[in-house]
C-alpha cells in the first residue's frame, strides 16, 4: 500500500472523518454542490423567460405567427431567447446530473432526507413552482402544492434535527 503524500493525507483526513461521524457526508456534500449548480442556474432561467416574454410581445405587436411566419423565429435570435436558452440548458445538465445522483443514494440521516428533498424538489415540480415562494404556493397546481408542502416540512424538520 503506497503512502499518501502528506498534503493530500491533510486534505483527505478531514472527509474521512466526516464520512466516518455521518453517514449521509456524501449526499450533504452533493447537496451543497447542488445549491451552486441552482443558484447559478437560476438566473440564466430566468433571464431565458424574460427574453421569451419579450419576443412575444413584439411578434404579437407585429401580428406575426409562430407557424407561418420565419419572421417571428429570426427575431428570436435577435432578441436572444436562444442564446438565453443555450446558456440555461448548459447550466442545467450539471445541475440535473447532480440531482440525480443524490436519489441514487438512499439517505440515513434526517439530514440526508433533506438534500434527498431539496433533488426531489427539482425532479417532481415544474422550474416555476420551485421558484415559487411559500406564501404564493396557494396559487400552484394542487398536486405541485401539495409536493412543495411536503418537502419543506422534511426539510424543515431535518433543520430542526441538526440544529438540536
Known amino acids: 500500500m503506497r503512502a ?3 498534503a493530500a493525507a491533510a486534505t483527505a483526513l478531514p472527509a474521512i472523518a466526516l464520512a466516518a461521524s455521518n453517514p449521509d457526508a456524501e449526499l450533504i456534500a452533493l447537496g451543497k ?15 431565458m423567460w424574460r427574453l421569451d416574454a ?9 401580428g406575426l405567427s409562430l407557424d407561418r411566419d420565419s419572421e417571428a423565429w429570426q427575431i428570436h435570435n435577435e432578441v436572444g431567447v436562444t442564446a438565453a436558452m443555450d446558456r440555461a440548458d448548459a447550466a442545467l445538465l450539471p445541475l ?19 438534500v ?12 416555476d413552482a420551485a421558484d415559487t415562494p411559500e406564501e404564493e404556493w396557494h396559487h400552484l397546481d394542487w398536486n405541485e402544492e401539495r409536493v412543495m408542502r411536503f418537502l419543506a416540512e422534511v426539510e424543515r424538520l431535518a433543520g430542526a434535527s441538526c440544529a438540536s
Open 4 to 6: 499518501l503524500p502528506a
Open 33 to 47: 454542490q447542488f445549491d451552486t449548480l441552482r443558484a447559478a442556474w437560476l438566473p440564466l432561467w430566468r433571464d
Open 54 to 62: 419579450e419576443w412575444r410581445g413584439l411578434i404579437e405587436e407585429r
Open 96 to 114: 440535473e446530473e447532480i440531482g440525480q445522483r443524490i436519489l441514487s443514494i438512499k439517505p440515513q440521516t434526517l439530514a440526508g432526507l433533506a
Open 116 to 127: 434527498w428533498a431539496k433533488a426531489t424538489r427539482s425532479e417532481a415540480v415544474s422550474a
